[in-house]
């Protein structure tokens, strides 16, 4: 369902919804997926394929936002980023704001 969707049909009940994206940087990535231990349950191996996925990944996801939707002709634009890097206290606070503010 698209985003344009899912708030008309929330429109009638008087709601409203919101798309966040978190982010967080390479270099922290590359980190928590070195440091992790695997065990025989993981989904990975070890840190070498899980590192491998992440950049098949990656390359699917840039692909994929890097194209305008079909009908508004732009490409999706969250409407609050976290930054994983930052503390999240002050940014969680600041997007509460926001929200009570509307």
């Given at each position: 369902?698209?985003?344009?969707?899912?708030?008309?049909?929330?429109?009638?009940?008087?709601?409203?919804?919101?798309?966040?994206?978190?982010?967080?940087?390479?270099?922290?990535i590359l980190?928590?997926?070195?440091?992790?231990?695997?065990?025989?349950?993981?989904?990975?191996?070890?840190?070498?394929?899980?590192?491998?996925?992440?950049?098949?990944?990656?390359?699917?996801?840039?692909?994929?936002?890097?194209?305008?939707?079909?009908?508004?002709?732009?490409?999706?634009?969250?409407?609050?980023?976290?930054?994983?890097?930052?503390?999240?206290?002050?940014?969680i606070r600041?997007?509460?704001?926001?929200?009570?503010?509307?």
């Amino acid at each position: 369902m698209r985003r344009r969707e899912l708030r008309g049909r929330l429109r009638p009940f008087g709601a409203r919804i919101y798309f966040m994206e978190i982010v967080t940087p390479e270099r922290l990535i590359l980190a928590r997926l070195k440091r992790k231990r695997y065990t025989r349950a993981d989904l990975f191996r070890n840190a070498d394929e899980a590192i491998r996925v992440y950049y098949f990944r990656k390359a699917l996801r840039k692909k994929f936002l890097a194209k305008p939707t079909r009908r508004s002709g732009r490409r999706f634009t969250p409407d609050f980023t976290i930054d994983n890097a930052k503390p999240l206290g002050p940014q969680i606070r600041s997007v509460v704001k926001v929200i009570r503010g509307l």
